[in-house]
């Protein structure tokens, strides 16, 4: 389950003596280095920082510990990003929020993602690349 695996991942960074760790979806490769740094600012003033998607998921959860903010929330659905951010200010947790961005889960996904690709190809030069095979960019 995708809760358990994100608590795990966190619990094990926190382990290894990491201070603040980042998860990142794999369905989200137009993320910009300066929204990564942004993050990373972030988490310096709040305990957990979320990137949103617009469809109410997340593509990015940063925390400086391994709080316990994922417990009985459904993942993959549309509140996630709210129910997150609920358990995570009912334990006394300060939340940010960065910029929203799409993620890839469906056709209009891949092809909204095409488009910006189109704009922008060094955003996910990979991505661009095998879109273009699939000639859905050109």
């Given at each position: 389950d995708l809760a358990e695996r994100l608590h795990y991942a966190f619990h094990w960074t926190h382990d290894q003596?990491?201070?603040?760790t980042f998860v990142i979806g794999s369905d989200s490769p137009q993320i910009r280095s300066e929204t990564i740094a942004h993050a990373r600012t972030a988490l310096d003033e709040a305990d957990v920082v979320l990137g949103p998607s617009d469809d109410g998921g997340y593509y990015l959860i940063g925390m400086k510990r391994p709080y316990d903010v994922f417990s009985n929330i459904p993942m993959s659905t549309s509140r996630v990003?709210?129910?997150?951010?609920?358990?995570?200010?009912?334990?006394?947790?300060?939340?940010?929020?960065?910029?929203?961005?799409?993620?890839?889960?469906e056709m209009p996904d891949l092809q909204r993602l095409a488009a910006l690709l189109r704009q922008d190809r060094t955003l996910a030069p990979t991505t661009a690349a095998y879109l273009e095979q699939l000639r859905m960019i050109s």
């Open positions: 003596g990491y201070q603040h990003t709210a129910m997150t951010i609920e358990s995570a200010q009912r334990q006394g947790l300060r939340v940010q929020t960065i910029e929203t961005l799409f993620d890839v889960d």
